[in-house]
């Protein structure tokens, strides 16, 4: 089996048959671990966060954004690692040690690429299978939280369910595991079963959206997501001078609700100014504002130390010139009567 990265380079990646006795599924490994292989190889299916997005569930990602990227439009590369995603990928190995310490059991298989037999698309690549007496009895999900924003109040949140789900459909195994290292300093480990019931429609919607978004073409409903935003400004980065197309029918109602909503924020933002204000005259001062005794506002000095970028182009033209970069970005912007108009 083979990938082709976006530069046309072929890079193989070797299909490993089944090592871990899996139900459902082949083991695929990337010959030399190269992450543009990787990319590719699950730029040609969908794999369990895919599922979570394209049922609506995903904080990071929606269908339109996951049809981006499964069609080629958006650039074939590594996404840029926030903190919270480096400290994750760092403390990986100690939430599979503190798993083993507490269950006994083994993680194998970590970070293997899986392909279901019977649905080529149906894709994974698994934080670990878990073993126990030598046999692969689920698979292993290992997460680390900031503990709260309150998503694991209530146990797994739903998009992490959907994506053990997706991972037993893809293996055909029984069972799911999910470690996870909250606030730095508590540990869970929560036991997830087999639910055919929520198979069947994560599937169904899956194999929907191969079909008839990624196969043939359909694009899925625009919607009004930043994730939907991140992604249309990824695949079309750059415009094409004096290029001009002409809108379909019903985007003059699209273009006079941005002109509203833009109006909309306007007026807040000045009701914001206002209040703002007339609050910072009322506590002079004070730190601190009160009502009824109670603390209901703060102004409180705060101190930051920003680089003086004129002082150094001034005073360190060479480290300037080194150091910094120019960018470009497309700014999106109404027309009124021929001129630009920010609503």
């Not at 680390?144 to 209530?154: A, C, L, V």
Request: glycine residues 10%; negative net charge; charged residues 25%.
């Amino acid at each position: 089996m083979t990938a082709t990265s976006e530069s046309g380079r072929v890079t193989d990646v070797v299909r490993l048959g089944d090592p871990w006795g899996l139900p459902s599924a082949d083991t695929v490994m990337n010959a030399g671990d190269d992450s543009l292989a990787w990319l590719a190889w699950r730029r040609g299916g969908l794999g369990a966060s895919d599922a979570a997005a394209i049922c609506g569930l995903s904080p990071w990602g929606t269908p339109y954004s996951v049809w981006l990227d499964k069609t080629g439009q958006l650039p074939l590369e590594p996404r840029a690692t926030t903190r919270y995603q480096r400290w994750g990928l760092l403390l990986e190995p100690a939430v599979r040690d503190a798993f083993e310490d507490e269950t006994g059991h083994t993680v194998v298989g970590i970070q293997a690429w899986v392909q279901n037999r019977d649905r080529p698309w149906l894709r994974a690549t698994l934080d670990g299978l878990v073993a126990s007496e030598g046999a692969v009895i689920g698979v292993f999900e290992g997460k680390t939280s900031n503990g709260r924003d309150g998503r694991w109040d209530g146990g797994v949140p739903d998009y992490y369910l959907v994506q053990v789900q997706h991972q037993l459909a893809a293996t055909g195994l029984d069972l799911g595991y999910v470690a996870v290292l909250l606030g730095g300093a508590d540990f869970e480990v929560y036991e997830v079963a087999r639910d055919e019931s929520a198979i069947r429609v994560v599937l169904e919607q899956e194999e929907r959206f191969w079909i008839h978004n990624v196969q043939d073409g359909h694009a899925p409903d625009v919607d009004s997501s930043e994730e939907t935003g991140v992604a249309l400004k990824a695949a079309f980065a750059k415009s094409e001078a004096d290029k001009s197309v002409e809108l379909p029918d019903g985007s003059a109602e699209l273009v006079e609700g941005l002109r509203t909503a833009k109006e909309e924020v306007k007026g807040a933002g000045v009701r914001e100014r206002a209040a703002a204000n007339a609050l910072m005259a009322l506590l002079g001062d004070a730190e601190v504002g009160l009502l009824a005794g109670e603390p209901a506002i703060t102004w409180k000095t705060q101190s930051s130390r920003r680089i003086d970028i004129q002082a150094l182009r001034d005073s360190y033209p060479e480290i300037a010139q080194v150091v910094l970069k120019e960018t470009s970005t497309r700014v999106l912007r109404l027309k009124t009567n021929g001129r630009n108009s920010d609503g």
